[in-house]
């Protein structure tokens, strides 16, 4: 089914802050895989999508351009972590010997042990953030809610996490800043770091009934709404390697992508 | 080198389940509700006070049972919420994730326009799957320690269900627009057992020998009671095993030691003079 009928409008956010000058809207949006298939993301050369099951469960590659599914790892929970590293291979979790451990997969569906990671730049613990400062020590940031799932931005500069009632933050390592966006789950940022796509769900405590996409400009502080749709339930949004495109679920195992135009 | 393995054979002896307690598990509990969605509302209850109560004390439990060495498991005991606040479906999940939890219990009550729907109910993501042999203790446990009528073990595509990447489950304590079902929902002591009965259910899950830890509950107890009780006209004539009578206090719930060693006792009784007087009654579905 395609989703270009579908209306794709640029708005301001409920915080108000939204101007016209930077706003992107979404076009020309159509489904590339049907099926079971949740939070898709662009592999580097812009073309094939990491898809993960039901449960986040397994690991998939999805053709980009509508062609076959193939599975590269049928790990429970595979999907919780899993990204693309640059030389195309794919980061996940999963548990080896009783405990979990980082592991790589490449597109023939050969997995491996992960090499020792760096020192992260964010992390969680006891649902707190601590992000390394320029010396290098781990200093916590937010108050007032339990935090989890921090996120680096490509250039390091700045990470996303969230508080479990109160949403979104932006931490800026180089100005301490700390900025609020407010509900929202799923984040992920640009490729340059400039942008954050992010969804918004309702729900009725059981099943989520409603949801959209929207963009964070991290320069302008401005959040735009790009999705306004009843029908449609998108959801873990994502960007391509380009900055311009982006692929996101709908919640019923379908996959999307689209692309971002700039309103002037 | 015999004496040593005589030693290990005695303790795995003395201590059943000491083994397996060895490894610690972290467990989400899942309060449904919150803030500005209060869940199920009816009589004088609502859904998003009673369901954390039982989380909290289902929390106070596993704590206990970690500090309480003559057995039972080692936890790692979450809650997605701690208060009366909103938190989306998409967080919760998220929540639990990034915890990497072991396991997921989301602990709700059902509300129906037809006051007649009554009974209790369990919630898995798919038959034949871990969450199911959860699902079906949880199930068993709460329906040996609160005698309402079995509605089944069932699966649902529930968000938190199919978003968490653990084994999940959702529990269905009773129905708030029933009156016979509010009785126990309002009743501290019946929430307690309730969260012991999750209790039993997640040791039994991992191979443990049932063991309700011989600790007194934490000092927010009373605090757990108060949410719950803000909502309730009459409370003390209704809560008739654990209310006015220990204490006195206005909230009507016994806290610390005297309720724990009552409601076990309370619950040993409890199990064989509950009759099942709706038994024969079909559930009218959900209410959501």
Redesign the interface.
Known sequence: MSKTHLLMVALAASTGLAGMAHAERLIDVSQVQRGSYYAPRFAPDGRDLLVTG????GLYLVDGNGGAVRRLADD??A??AARWNRDGTVGFRAVRAGA?RAMIVDRDGRVRSAPAEAAPIAL?QN?RIYVRDRAGELVPVGTGD?F??PEPSPDGDRVVF?G??TGLYIYTRSTGDLVQLG?G??PSWSPDGSRLLF?L?E??????VA?DLYLYDVRARRTHRLTATSATVE?RPSFAPDGRRIAFDDDTGGIYVGRLEEVR | MLRSLSLAFLITIALPGAAAAQTTRTIVIDP??G?S?P?GVGNGLQEKNIVLDVATRFKQLLDADTADTSGGGRWVA?R???ND????????A??A????ADRFMSI?ANAFGDPAAHGTETFS?AEGSTGAALRNLVQQEMIAAWGLTNRGNKT????VL?????P?V?HELAFVTNATDANKLRSATERQKAAQAHLRAIQRHFGITPHIPLQALGADDQAADDVVDDDIDGADQLDEDGGCAAGGSSSGAPGGLALFLASILIGAGGRARRSRARSGRSGRGRA?
């Open positions: 039901p449960k986040l469960s429970a929970g999907g919780v979990r969680a649902e339990r989890f799932s969230q479990l009632s509900a789950t799923a969804e769900t729900d009725d405590g059981h099943e989520i949801s959801r | 449904g509700h803030g969605d869940g979450l997605t919420r701690t606040t909103f938190v989306s479906l998409s967080a919760r998220s929540f994730n990034a915890q990497g709700h993501f649902a595509n529930f968000a199919r978003e968490t990447a653990m999940a959702l959501r």
